[in-house]
Nanobody, 115 residues
Framework: QVQLVESGGDLVQPGGSLRLSCAASVPILTFNTMGWYRQAPGKQRDMVATITSGGSTNYADSVKGRFTISRDIAKNTVYLQMNTLKPEDTAVYYC?????????WGQGTQVTVSS
């Protein structure tokens, strides 16, 4: 019954910014951890950023200083603010939510960084 709905993916030029949103169908504090993962063509799915129910964050080295994960508990929504985008950030970005009782994924949203 848990649904994660992503939005915000787009085509953007290098150096540009995007904000991705992940709207959950249940209160997000239900989950121990929520996060964003990405998968580029021909590559594995990798962690980008995570946030715990307590608010602790973690980032992949490749995005530290450029991306910020945040949440709006009242709106059941997690965000990924992406700044100074690079072509290598091009990927399908997936929202993930983990609890002791389940592991859930959104449908993915395409981010393309290109001139």
């Amino acid at each position: 019954q848990v649904q994660l709905v992503e939005s915000g993916g787009d085509l953007v030029q290098p150096g540009g910014s995007l904000r991705l949103s992940c709207a959950a169908s249940v209160p997000i504090l239900t989950f121990n951890t929520m996060g964003w993962y990405r998968q580029a063509p021909g590559k594995q799915r990798d962690m980008v950023a995570t946030i715990t129910s307590g608010g602790s964050t973690n980032y992949a080295d490749s995005v530290k200083g450029r991306f910020t994960i945040s949440r709006d508990i009242a709106k059941n929504t997690v965000y990924l603010q992406m700044n100074t985008l690079k072509p290598e950030d091009t990927a399908v970005y997936y929202c993930n939510a983990k609890s002791y009782g389940g592991n859930y994924w959104g449908q993915g949203t395409q981010v393309t960084v290109s001139s």
